[in-house]
């Protein structure tokens, strides 16, 4: 698995390391029928939406505001 990070960008291996313990909890779910407390929820909830903010590019400051500071 990590042979395979040396062809990967660094935002590609970060989410993908976060994603691991989403899956692990849906899995967890799915096999075990372990229900998710709402922090663990939340949790998986920033992670979807960090991958998606790398995945889309999204920026949290516009690029305008900081290349006048």
């Not at 990590?2 to 994603?19: G, H, M, N, R």
């Not at 313990?21 to 967890?28: T, V």
Request: charged residues 5%; proline residues 6%.
């Amino acid at each position: 698995m990590y042979s395979s990070y040396q062809k990967l960008t660094t935002p590609a291996i970060a989410v993908l390391t976060f994603a691991n313990p989403a899956s692990a909890m849906f899995s967890d779910y799915v096999i075990y029928r372990h229900i998710l407390e709402p922090i663990q929820g939340v949790g998986v909830a920033l992670i979807v939406l960090a991958s998606l903010a790398v995945n889309l590019n999204w920026s949290l400051f516009p690029t305008n505001l900081i290349s006048k500071m």
